[in-house]
């Protein structure tokens, strides 16, 4: 595959990212990621006068004060409640915005402040996101959907060495099988390939940008657990040996699976709880006072159930805390267990200040790149783009061909029976003016 991948060296530097959203509310109290969810309160009143002379505009806070740094070939993974902040924060990774503030000063409604920086990128074509969706030609085969992911990213590759290719992915990712086969689509309208297969041909599109940072939202749906690791594996092998920098977020996972990356993001509603390496995640909550006390709970499960509002404080006591921070059945004053208390915690830690120092580091060099300077280059030109979708759309119609039919079918007769409307209508004429 070393005709497909090229060496990167970037990285991501982000200070005091925080994000910002405008919501409506009918009722009194402002809404917050603490008390409630972003979605609920978007939900109005049946009653449009109530909507439009009682509603009130709130300004919520999505992510706030983030700060992270990944060198290249290193792997993230981003736990977090709610999901919804997660993917916020790898769509500011991948897709930039120019209305960063750097000085974190009076952020606007829906824009976001702090600064998002990255090592050895050029063009916006380095940053790719793989959001989750599964959106495919349903009648195109495998085959045909990978040559065209491939003409349209390395058009330079003859026909040999792209068969080639597809061959080498699909044996990669275990779906030599399906390689003649249709897609389909995700309402199974049009059958083809499962569900977990349709999720790896998405991710092959994704790594054959061959880009150099990537941010993948919940990359293993659908995949069992021996394909997930297996495809997370892979990443590993990629970001090592080309120096790729990979963050996503997984929403299920054995601890293996898990144990595969290198640094680790916490995130509990909307502000930053952790960030460092994976190996330190857990001593770090056992210094706050939270312990797994089944040792067949994984580091994943054990975040969910911190971060889990549906537990009460007496049951997280229970579940959680460690015996020696637990005084007359309750857990002492030091133990956080709000977000607000728990980012206090980060911000005095030594992890955060460790954080702070490579931020600083980065900063100093001038390998850095801003996003607003960031252009976007197109491998393919507008004739080519246009003759190779045209091509693609024509083999996508073709393959249904029993569609067009019935629909031709149906607008002779429609022509037919709206024509019979005017048969011998001079005749009818002419008597009506004889009467």
């Given amino acids: 595959m070393q005709s497909l991948f090229t060496n990167s060296e970037s ?16 009722k009194e109290d402002e809404p917050t990621f603490s008390n409630s969810s972003l979605f609920a309160y978007n939900l109005l009143s049946n009653n449009i006068l109530h909507n439009l002379f009682k509603t009130k505009k709130y300004q919520i806070t999505i992510l706030n004060d983030i700060n992270v740094s990944l060198n290249p070939s290193e792997m993230c993974l ?110 199974e309208f049009v059958k083809g390939i499962s569900g977990g297969e349709r999720r790896r041909l998405s991710l092959l599109e994704t790594l054959i940008t061959d880009a150099s940072i990537y941010a993948l939202d919940n990359a293993t749906k659908g995949l069992d657990s021996s394909t997930a690791l297996h495809f997370i594996q892979f990443l590993k092998k990629l970001a090592g040996q080309y120096n790729k920098c990979f963050m996503m977020t997984l929403y299920q996972g054995s601890q293996s699976l898990i144990d595969q990356f290198d640094k680790a993001l916490v995130i509990y509603n909307g502000y930053q709880i952790y960030f460092g390496e994976l190996s330190g995640l857990e001593p770090y909550f056992a210094k706050l006072g939270y312990v797994k006390k089944n040792d067949r709970v994984t580091t994943m499960e054990f975040i969910d159930m911190i971060l889990d509002d549906v537990f009460s404080r007496a049951e997280k006591v229970q579940l959680l805390v460690d015996s020696r921070f637990v005084s007359g059945g309750d857990a002492i004053v030091s133990v956080p267990f709000t977000p607000e208390e728990f980012h206090q915690k980060w911000v005095e830690s030594e992890q955060f200040e460790a954080v702070r120092c490579t931020i600083a580091q980065f900063e100093n060099t001038d390998i ?21 979708c045209l091509w693609r759309n024509t083999l996508n119609n073709f393959k249904n061909i029993q569609y067009y039919v019935v629909q031709l079918i149906s607008f002779i007769l429609m022509a037919v029976f709206i024509g019979t409307l005017f048969l011998r209508s001079e005749e009818e004429l002419w008597k009506l003016h004889y009467y």
């Fill in 11 to 26: 990285g991501i530097c982000i200070k005091n990212l925080m994000v910002n959203d405008t919501v409506k509310s009918i």
């Fill in 78 to 187: 981003v736990f977090g409640k709610p999901k919804h902040s997660n993917s916020i924060l790898l769509d500011r990774i991948a897709n930039p915005k120019s209305n960063l503030n750097p000085n974190n000063s009076n952020p606007k409604n829906n824009s976001s402040s702090g600064s998002i920086q990255y090592s050895n990128v050029s063009s916006k074509n380095q940053l790719v996101m793989n959001d989750g969706s599964d959106n495919h030609y349903p009648h195109l085969s495998v085959e045909q959907t990978l040559q065209f992911a491939l003409g349209c990213s390395k058009p330079d590759l003859d026909n040999t060495t792209t068969e080639q290719l597809i061959d080498e992915l699909l044996e990669q990712f275990e779906m030599t099988h399906t390689k003649h086969t249709r897609v389909g689509d995700n309402d």
């Fill in 368 to 388: 850095f790149t801003v996003p607003k300077h960031l252009k976007s280059v197109v491998a393919l030109g507008p004739v080519k783009q246009f003759t190779s």
